[in-house]
């Protein structure tokens, strides 16, 4: 389990991450989704002790990594998969690991044959490795202390399709046996396939926080009228939270009547008024995300 409450980190007069608390609880994946520069490795540093927090805090199973006997044995990280040395083989990478961590060299190899990499993969310098094979090696890392708890960032990245459908059923086999997974990824249709929950960040700040079936099916209100411009003026000065879509309607915040009345007094004619469909996890991060405007990185 993690837990992380009021977290913050403040870089001078740069708030990177502000007062951010969620939960990611055994037996499920948690989708940790956010643009660039919205805080999402920064917190993900924070958690496994890379980044000094300023305040706040965080703990895996009820401790603070920094207090974690063998950490590797209770949580695997995967924040960068080309942080591994180019100059070693991948089956070295993982032996010393092991060592490390004090598990046998016989895990090393289920490890490797777990990830695709046994045989001659395993004998070949990490640096003459493709990006989809240190993804393989990193999650390979993370899983070699047999942790109850898994952090990765951008996991699938260099992966391809049947890659990516590999890696999905790791995780969903980790999470089913009672494991934790936080996994953060701009992958948004393979997070939504394979998370239970979701927590979204932007501007440092957590703007959804929820299972994954209830967040993409609360999309409020969709209206379209035969004056667009006056229908658009009317729900802002109804203080109706509300964004265009392509086909020329609104997305809205708010209940039908409100919306009905509001049209009806200013004389617009409304073609519909009705529950907006769900457009799946990409529209539901990019309405909760579209003021967010950092390019820094994260």
Sequence with gaps: MITVEHLTKGY??????????????PGTVTGFLGPNGAGKSTTMRMICGLTPPTSGGSTVNGVAFRDLPNPGRHIGVLLDA?????????????????????????????????????GPAEKRRVGNYSLGMRQRLGLAHALLGDP??????????????????????????????????MLSSHLLREVEAVADHLVVIGNGKIV????????????????RGLATDALEK???????????TRDGGFAVAGDAET???????????????????????????LRLTSNDSRKDAA
């Design 12 to 25: 001078g007069a740069v708030t990177a991450v502000d007062d951010v608390s969620f939960e990611c609880v």
């Design 82 to 118: 080309s942080a591994q040395h180019a100059g070693r083989t991948g089956r070295e990478v993982l032996g010393l690991s092991a060592r490390l961590l004090g598990v046998s060299q016989q895990r090393v190899t289920e490890m490797l044959e777990l990830v695709g990499l046994a």
């Design 148 to 181: 109850t708890v898994l952090m990765l960032d951008e996991p699938a990245n260099g992966l391809d399709p049947e890659g990516i459908y590999w890696m999905r059923s790791v995780l969903r086999d980790f999470a089913d046996r009672g494991g934790t997974v």
């Design 208 to 223: 959804a926080d929820g299972a994954k079936d209830e967040l993409l099916h609360s999309g409020g209100l969709y209206v």
């Design 234 to 244: 009317v729900l802002v000065d109804a203080g109706l939270s509300s964004q265009p």
């Design 259 to 285: 919306v009905g009345r509001a049209a009806a007094a200013a004389g617009i004619v409304l073609l519909e008024l009705r529950p907006a469909d769900s457009g799946g996890l990409e529209e539901m991060f």
